[in-house]
Every structure is written in structure tokens, then in C-alpha cells.
């Protein structure tokens, strides 16, 4: 017989004062486990901490097992309770894995579909410091394994013979259950904890059971919305596009900054440094003869998943899940987009994705019909390594390499260009450094050595757009927060050099992020998003639309990632030919039945 299977009931003790305390030190210890996942990364602590009312049902079948049954049964209930233990904590972990990236609850018919991505994201990850933290992972790991049955076994045979430890218990339930059914559906306890809004109910999520329940109901609704939206009817809006032939064609920029986000102007610390490096943005282009115009951006997600924010943007309509995404890579060709819109107009169509790169699992894909793509591999970087894991240079190189090889060329062959650039350094984690700003972004290749990498360092233009006292210090010792404002700072500058020096003169920019960054905590989807040309004309069809003058984002409208599309061939309509009809604007982009088709 196993050494854990009991052979007689337990018989209550009025005495064990002293087994009480160690039911309650059993207790505590599975009571705090189940809490560790919120308390050491951005997952919202439940309403309930610190208290653990999983951990309450589970202990309590422990216990009572032990204490109404006797031999194998006794000992299947104590097992159920440990196995319970365990789920609740690796649901808590997946949860706060999910958050953590996504500024999401976890949804299982959308995580399955990251397992690849996310093995990609850690291996490139990879370093010292994050290899140590695995280790430290893996050995928690092993420590909670160990740790967890005997805990249970205790709280389960101590428990059923304590009559405190019984108490305790009965006191617990009398005052957690009226409080989970009456009490909290009446409290409203923060948007951190309104989840799995799939669709337009609106569920509070407070215990573990509870998430699994509305994560399994929200995938089937998921799913279940796909079947619909492939059964509605389309929009044909953009089809119609087909008969407008632009009279002018500027060239077009798409600047997408990595986790460009709202928070920079709502976090106090980020707030006033932002501020004021976006003034002083403000002033060097206006001082050149640039019109400049902004809003704010409803992105479709947070935190992470640039391509489905990019997706929003490019098609016109709100790509908020990877099932989505996956439907409308599945038939891209008959879907409508800015990329095929400006390609039917004679624009040389070009995009820049460093991160991309070919890999088992993960092929590289065209969707949106771009004629030049530009990925890691094609980039031909030879210099010191820099930045984010896959991605070894800086986007001053990838920018000057794109304008240099394709961008010019086309200009002064009299071909106008779309290009669209999702900057790289200021995906998190904000801790790899941050490469020189050269005059000359060719530089940059004259080799892979620590010589090199001195003199460029030794060559670089002083960072102008922050303070001393945010860029002096090194960027290693600084906070999360100052780590990522030096990181969108750098990109501001880079992006102010090319403007100055290389932008051909008429073009339109459009400026934006693509969502509201990781790690750092945010209340809404919003992104800065900022038009910007030294010809007005361009810029004020944006500004008929209700965009304000200037960079500063204060009493800024709200759009959505998903009405560019239209308000962008709208302008260019306006802008170029006055007189012509404009075409309908969809500030909230068409239905997604036009992917699901």
C-alpha cells in the first residue's frame, strides 16, 4: 500500500493547536504560490488577494477527503486536490506569460497559435542575464514540484484532525462565497480585470476558475465569430477605389515606431521628457519649412503583435486577433489595401522589416503585394551588432540602406514610392543599448570588431532631443521607463536626421506606433499618430479631418488604426485634385467579413 494512502479516518483533536499552525502554514504556502505569477509581473492581482479562494475549494477537498473517506479513495481525493494545485498555479503562469506580452488575459484558441513565435522570441532573447533568469525559472520550477504534494498531504492530514483547522475553514467559505456572488458583481474593480471582450459582453474575471471558464467561452466565440463574418456581407467601399487616378503622387512614408505609445504622455514620469522632446522635434522641422499635424490611434492591441496593428493599418479594418490574420493571409490577393491602392496608382511599393527572417515554422510571406521587400538578409550588414536578438544593426542603417538602394533611385527616375518601416530598436526589452547616430549610415559596415565599434561610438552625433540627465547615465542602470523613453528618443532622432537631409521634397509622412509598449502599464490602445510634409496640401485634408496642428497630442482626436486606410486616400484625393469627388471616409474601417470572405 503507497506510504501517502491512508488507513483510518483521522479523529478531530480540540487539542492540536500546534497542528493548526502547521495546517495554516501549509495553507499559506499553496495560498501565496497561486499569487507569486501576479506579484512578479504585470498581471493584475486578483480583487480577492491576498487571498486565494482556488486555493480555498482545493484545500478544503483535501481535507475533507481525508477527513469523510478512508484508504485509495482518501487517497485519489488528495491527489485531485494536488493535481488542482498545480493547474491553478501553471493557469496563473500561461496568465501572466499572456499578459505580460500582450497587456491581454490568455485565450487559448489565440496562444496556441504564438507557441512557435514565442520559442523564436526566447531563444533570440538569449543572453547572460535573461539565460540566468531561465536557470532561476527552472529552478523555482523544480522547488514548487517538490514543494507542492507534501504541503497538500500536510494541510489535508492535519487539517482533517484539527478542529480549528475546521474553523478556520468554515469561517473562510462563510465569508468568501458571499462576497464572490453578491458582492463583486456589484463592485466595479478597475479595467484591469474586464477580459475577454471577444465580443460585446463585458465579463469581470476575479478567480482562476473563472478565467478558465471565460477563456474557454471566449475561444468558442472567437471561432464562432470567423463562421459568421464569413457568412456577412462586404463592404465594397474599397473596391471602389479602383476607378480614382490620382492627378499628383507624392511619395508616401508609413513610419511605424515600435511600442510608440500613448503612455509617454499619461505616465508622470514619461510625461514632461516626452513632452519636451517632441517640442523640440516640433521646432527643427517646422524651422525647415515642415507642416505638421497629429491625433491619436485606437491600435487593436497592446503591449505586442505589431503585424496585426500593421494589418489594421494596411487593410482598413480591425484585425484584433491572429485568427484574423491567419484567415486573411490564407487569400491575400483579393483583398483590398493601401499597399494595392498606391501600387495601381504607379508607386513603387516598398517595405523594411528587419526583424523578418526566413525560419522552420515561420516562412516569409508578401500579403499586402509590396514589390521591393526588404528583410534582414537582404540588408547586407557586415558592422558591429547591436539591438534587439535577431535584428544586429541599427534602423539608421536600415533606413539609410532603403533610401540609398530603392527610394532614391525611384525619386530620381520620377517613380513616386510607398514606404512603409517598422523601426526595430525600440521593441522591448530596452536593455541591448543603443547604437551611435552617424552622419554617414554606411559607416556602420566597416566591420564587425571591437576597433570599430570604438570609433563609430567615437563618431557619433550627441543625442540633442532629451536631457543630459536622462542620456548620461548609462542606459544598463536606468529604470524600465527611462530605458524605453531613451529607446523612442533615439528613433525620433534618426528619423529627424532623414527627414532634414534625404526626404524628397512633397512627400507625405505618417508617423505612428503601432501599440502601447510591454512592460510598462497603460489604460487605453492609443498611439501618437503625427502627418508631416513641407507641402501644406498634404497636410491639410488631415486637418479637415479633425487632426491639430503641431506634435503635441493634448486635445488630439482619436481615430483608429482601421480608418487610415481611407482617410489616407482621402487626403491624397484632396490634396492633389480639389475638384474631384472625395471618397467615402471610414473612420472605423469596414467590416472584417472583407478577410473572412
Known amino acids: 500500500m503507497p506510504a501517502d494512502t491512508p488507513t483510518l479516518r483521522p479523529r478531530p483533536d480540540r487539542t492540536s493547536w500546534r497542528s493548526f499552525g502547521l495546517f495554516l502554514a501549509a495553507w499559506g504556502l499553496l495560498n501565496g504560490l497561486a499569487l507569486v505569477p501576479a ?137 468568501a462565497w458571499p462576497i464572490v456572488f453578491f458582492v463583486a458583481p456589484a463592485q466595479e474593480w478597475g479595467t484591469e480585470n474586464l477580459t475577454y471582450q471577444t465580443s460585446n459582453e463585458r465579463t469581470r474575471v476575479r478567480t482562476v476558475a473563472a478565467k478558465v471558464s471565460e ?3 471566449a475561444s468558442v466565440r472567437l471561432y ?207 536593455n541591448y543599448g543603443i547604437p551611435p547616430i552617424l552622419d554617414d549610415w554606411s559607416d556602420f559596415n566597416a566591420g564587425d570588431s571591437q576597433a570599430v565599434r570604438d570609433r563609430l561610438a567615437s563618431e557619433a552625433q550627441a543625442p540633442y532631443l532629451l536631457p543630459d540627465s536622462i542620456t548620461a547615465p548609462r542606459i544598463f542602470d536606468q529604470p524600465t521607463r527611462i530605458r524605453y523613453l531613451r529607446h523612442i528618443g533615439f528613433e525620433m532622432e534618426v528619423l529627424v536626421q532623414y527627414l532634414l537631409h534625404d526626404a524628397p521634397d512633397g512627400s507625405l509622412v505618417i508617423l505612428m506606433g503601432d501599440h502601447q509598449p510591454p512592460l510598462i502599464e497603460s489604460d487605453t490602445y492609443d498611439v501618437p499618430i503625427h502627418i508631416l510634409s513641407r507641402d501644406p496640401s498634404l497636410v491639410h485634408p488631415f486637418r479637415d479631418s479633425g487632426f491639430t496642428a503641431g506634435l503635441s497630442l493634448e486635445d488630439a482626436p482619436r481615430w483608429k488604426h482601421e480608418g487610415l486606410f481611407s482617410l489616407t486616400v482621402r487626403s491624397l484625393v484632396a490634396a492633389t485634385d480639389s475638384t474631384a469627388a472625395r471618397p467615402p471616409l471610414k473612420p472605423d474601417g469596414v467590416p472584417r467579413s472583407i478577410i473572412v470572405r
Open 224 to 430: 464562432t465569430m470567423l463562421d459568421t463574418l464569413g457568412q456577412a456581407p462586404v463592404d465594397s467601399t474599397y473596391f471602389r477605389y479602383d476607378a480614382i487616378e490620382l492627378e499628383r503622387r507624392p511619395h508616401v512614408y508609413l513610419y511605424m515606431i515600435e511600442s510608440l505609445g500613448d503612455v509617454l504622455v499619461t505616465d508622470p514620469e514619461l510625461r514632461r521628457p516626452y513632452q519636451d522632446m517632441m517640442a523640440t522635434v516640433e521646432d527643427t522641422l517646422t524651422a525647415d519649412g515642415w507642416h505638421l499635424s497629429s491625433a491619436r490611434a485606437e491600435a487593436p492591441v497592446r503591449g505586442g503583435r505589431s503585424w496585426l496593428a500593421i494589418a489594421s493599418v494596411l487593410l482598413g479594418t480591425r484585425v484584433d486577433h491572429q485568427l484574423l490574420y491567419e484567415r486573411f493571409q490564407s487569400s491575400p490577393d483579393d483583398v483590398p489595401s493601401l499597399v494595392r491602392f498606391l501600387d495601381r496608382q504607379g508607386y513603387l511599393t516598398v517595405t523594411c522589416q528587419p526583424y523578418t527572417v526566413a525560419r522552420p515554422g515561420l516562412e516569409i510571406t508578401n500579403p499586402y503585394g509590396f514589390e521591393v521587400l526588404l528583410h534582414r538578409d537582404d540588408l547586407d550588414y557586415r558592422g558591429p551588432t547591436y539591438g534587439w536578438g535577431v535584428v544586429p544593426m541599427s534602423d539608421q542603417y536600415s533606413l539609410g540602406f532603403s533610401h540609398e538602394r530603392h527610394l532614391k533611385p525611384a525619386a530620381e527616375a520620377g517613380q513616386p514610392f510607398f514606404y512603409f518601416f517598422e523601426t526595430v530598436l525600440s521593441h522591448a526589452l530596452w
Open 215 to 217: 477563456n474557454a467561452q
Open 39 to 175: 506579484a512578479v509581473t504585470p498581471l493584475p492581482a486578483s480583487p480577492y488577494a491576498p487571498f486565494s479562494v482556488d486555493i480555498l475549494v482545493l484545500i478544503t477537498l483535501a481535507v475533507g477527503s481525508m477527513y469523510l473517506l478512508s484508504g485509495r479513495a482518501a487517497a485519489w481525493g488528495v491527489r485531485t486536490a494536488t493535481a488542482g494545485v498545480f493547474f491553478v498555479l501553471v493557469y496563473q503562469v500561461y496568465d501572466a506569460v499572456a499578459y505580460t506580452a500582450f497587456q491581454r488575459n490568455g485565450l487559448f484558441a489565440e496562444d496556441v497559435q504564438y507557441l512557435v513565435d514565442v520559442s523564436y522570441f526566447a531563444l533570440d532573447s538569449l543572453s547572460w542575464e535573461t539565460g540566468g533568469l531561465a536557470l532561476l525559472g527552472l529552478a523555482a520550477t523544480a522547488a514548487v514540484v517538490w514543494v507542492v504534494p507534501p504541503a497538500v498531504r500536510m494541510a489535508a492530514r492535519v487539517g482533517a484532525a484539527s478542529r480549528p483547522a475546521w474553523g478556520a475553514l468554515a469561517l473562510a467559505h462563510l465569508i
